[in-house]
């Protein structure tokens, strides 16, 4: 008689063996390679901005890099500053989106921390007051460039703090503060080392932002916890009142 047999009685079906799982991902390999490489990056740098520094104060070797820049700006580009300090304004100011307003936060009071200690400490003029490149200790404020230090900062934090386009959010951040930084030369508001500052001031900024991830996080959740702490302590006045009253009355 053809067809299936049925098992026998008080046999089992042999059970068939689960796929191994995978091993998870150390939570290293997990991060972005921003995060993974982030203490080598800041020491890079680090070391980069004061070799820079060093060589603003020493006037060697860049003070033909700055000359060139002032030129340039000089023999082509007078009829566009109009527009390219509007453009400069953008870049500096642009985003007000209030998306990762503690970041903000954060960030831009380092940014100014450290752009503005440079500033005091080099003393630097401009090429819109002097046509000297060293003219450094005389009380300026032109190294390295806010403008361009902001542009780095402000942009690079909606790339860092962004869920989706991140990537081409990280070509726009690079592209408005190179843009940024080559008016303000054209503008002759910075010389070219100054611009070179800028950027490696605003990506000192971004590097060290991620190590405040935790403080961010409690911060923005700060509010949430007052208020919930008040309505508990008012419901429980209110309590309080209304079990006074009835005894009293």
């Not at 942009?155 to 726009?172: C, P």
Request: proline fraction near 6%; include cysteine.
């Amino acid at each position: 008689m053809s067809g299936t047999l049925a098992p026998e009685a008080g046999s089992r079906t042999p059970l068939t063996p689960a796929p191994p799982t995978p091993p998870a991902m150390p939570p290293s390999a997990q991060r972005s390679w921003f995060h993974r490489n982030r203490l080598p990056l800041l020491a890079v740098l680090v070391t980069a901005f004061a070799a820079l520094t060093w060589a603003v104060m020493a006037g060697w070797p860049f003070g033909g890099l700055d000359h060139d820049g002032r030129s340039l700006a000089d023999q082509y580009f007078r009829g566009s500053r109009d527009f390219l300090r509007h453009y400069v304004l953008l870049g500096q100011r642009g985003p007000t989106v209030k998306i990762a307003a503690v970041y903000f936060v954060i960030a831009e009071l380092g940014n100014n921390l450290l752009v503005g200690a440079v500033k005091l400490a080099t003393g630097r003029w401009g090429p819109l007051v002097t046509r000297n490149v060293h003219d450094i200790l005389a009380g300026g404020d032109i190294f390295p460039s806010g403008h361009v230090a902001n542009a780095v900062v402000l942009f690079g934090v909606l790339a860092l703090t962004a869920r989706r386009f991140r990537r081409t959010l990280i070509v726009l951040t690079i592209w408005i503060a190179g843009s940024v930084g080559l008016a303000t030369v054209l503008l002759s508001t910075h010389w070219v080392t100054d611009v070179l500052g800028g950027w490696l001031a605003g990506a000192i900024v971004l590097t060290c932002l991620p190590r405040h991830d935790g403080l961010t996080r409690r911060l923005l959740a700060l509010p949430g916890r007052v208020w919930r702490r008040l309505r508990s302590l008012t419901r429980a006045g209110t309590r309080a009142w209304s079990r006074a009253w009835t005894r009293a009355a």
